[in-house]
């Protein structure tokens, strides 16, 4: 579906007819046989590989995920899979989910064995929230930018935008196609045992949400890659364009992917719910000590978490008032915070998580109990309702690497507990250690505050401002040495995935570069022409900037020189360029324009007015 192309992650498909020539009757059978689901092969080499594979050592070899249940889609079987080269590197982003899982498993047993407690299995649940932009799609058809990049790249602001606060939770009209676009896909993906639970409109005019119920991490990112998919097709079906990128629009609110995590046991004890916890383990400082783990991580570890949602569509989104910024740190509540404070101090026990009723004032309506954590929308990783809510995620991403990086970090504090525990350890003064060291990343204030921003960033808390310098932390020594302890990706996997991570946001910025080209010279020059206004000098030198800026990419040596060069085009030059454009947009005549403007795309029920 175009832009849709532009995605990391997006699956493989081969569609094979379950046709055979049977040699003994001399016709056609249908007929599927297991060995025809349990290996498959391709060429790995016309997929990004970052150099693991080559045209003439090209073998890649598919293998059945048996934790993830396969979809029945009209007369097709997709069928989940991992993808390996001929020498077992992962070429996909499933294998080093996988394994990640069974790390998580492995340490998480073992930590959780020292503190009295042994369950049979540890699995890591998530909820993807996916949300969206509905435009209609007879004005997409005409906007270069957001079929080939899914973006726009210059565009006036409408008369209107998000002044009312008017559009997050508002009624979703019949009158409008959205509304039924929306249910007929949640109607396939039921069709499909993809449960999408709740449907909303987000907080920017056309956004919108669905949010499907919790499940194990694998099964939960096949069924959002395969939900992405049935978006984008259903809404052609109904004469409107999904738009999944994170930013398509400046100066509204782009799109996120909010990746809700949880650690459970396969007896359904979830280990970051204190109560469930402590009952299941009877120890009352378990919890205590698996979340100092965890902020232990997320210390150690913030730079792989911003390279997980390092997507050239974050670099737009991340800190502009509805994403938090680029800066690693955790909010976990007051109460939370005081237990936790409480217990690095010396203080142990069991965390009762306070509840208070709610007076309504009148007796129509009856009082209400609220849990004791309040909502912080501008921390990137946020704990509350017994789960992190890791809200920095983008819209249009395949989630593998972040729960991957989740996963991966939390097994080696798990290990690194567990390891000192068996030693002889007191788990609490392991604990409280770890705390001690870790304390400086839970912050539960405005993130969006300058000041808090400057003293987290004194603070010593990871702040990586740029998409390709967080895709750089990829291969930092210490993060290939996390990988490879926990046996999720050996170092040439690590610097695969950074030329690949690397090379997917040179090609984006290229194709952007390319399409301002193109859409100055055969549109925003033209219109200004013909109505004899607009800046058409700066204009056409721009291009020849563009121009030029693209042709230094291409000499450079590396992926990660040319990353670099495209984020200054595309941040710096480009939003320039985009500065002329739409001054031009703002001074000539409506008729004259040929590009659909953000009021019309914006606005379902907009009219010629």
Known sequence: MAASGVRHGLTGQVQNKMIEFDRV???????????????????????PNGGLRATHTAGGYLAHDTSSPIFLRGDIVHIPSAFVSYYGTALDEKTPLLRSNEALNTQGLRLLKALGYEPKELVANIGLEQEIFLIPREQYLRRMDLQMTGRTIMGKDAPRGQEMCDHYMAAMSTAQPALEAMQEMQQECWKMGIPLKTRHREVAPG??????????????????????????????????????????????????????????????????????????????????VVMSAIISAIDTHGDLMRM?????????????????????????????????????????????????????????????????????????????????????????????MVNTVLNTMTAQKFKHFADAIEAGADPIKVAQDALNDSWKVIFNGDNYDEANQEMLTKNGLWRIDSAVEANH??????????????????????????????????????????????????????????????????????????KAAVAAIHAAETPYEAATLARVLRLETMVDIREFCDAAEGVVPADLWTLPTYKEMLFLDQTDA
């Not at 670099?315 to 217990?343: Q, V």
């Not at 208070?356 to 954590?373: C, W």
């Not at 193109?518 to 013909?530: A, L, T």
């Open 308 to 400: 997980s949602i390092a997507t050239p569509g974050n670099d737009f989104r991340l800190g502009a008032c509805e994403a938090p910024p680029a800066i690693t740190s955790t909010y976990l509540g007051d109460d939370m915070t005081n237990y936790l404070e409480a217990f690095k101090d010396g203080k142990t026990g069991a965390y009762s998580p306070g509840t208070k009723n709610m007076q309504m004032g009148t007796r129509y309506v009856r009082p209400i109990s609220i849990p004791a954590e309040d909502r912080n929308r501008t921390s990137p990783f946020p704990y509350g309702g017994a789960r992190f809510e890791f809200r920095a995620v983008g819209s249009a991403q395949n989630t593998s």
């Open 473 to 546: 932390k990829m291969v930092d020594p210490k993060n290939i040495a996390l990988f490879e302890e926990m046996k999720v990706l050996q170092a040439d996997e690590c610097h695969a995935r950074e030329n690949v991570l690397h090379d997917h946001y040179t090609g984006t910025v290229e194709m952007e570069a390319l399409c301002m080209i193109d859409m100055i010279n055969q549109h925003v020059i033209p219109s200004c022409k013909d109505a004899e206004v607009g800046p058409v000098s700066d204009l056409a030198t721009s291009v020849d900037t563009l």
């Open 25 to 47: 009757t001399n016709k056609i059978k249908f007929d599927f046989k297991g060995k025809d689901l349990i290996r498959g092969e391709t060429d790995g080499s016309s997929f």
């Open 207 to 288: 956004q919108y949400e669905f949010a499907p119920l919790f499940g194990t991490n694998t099964t939960q990112i096949d069924q959002n890659i395969m939900v992405m998919q049935v978006i984008e097709e259903v809404a052609a079906k109904h004469g409107l364009a999904a738009l999944l990128q994170e930013k398509p629009f400046a100066n509204i609110n782009g799109s996120g992917k909010h990746n809700n995590w949880s650690i459970g046991t396969t007896d359904g004890i979830n280990i970051l719910n204190p109560e469930q916890l402590s009952k299941a383990s009877g120890n009352d400082n378990a919890f205590a």
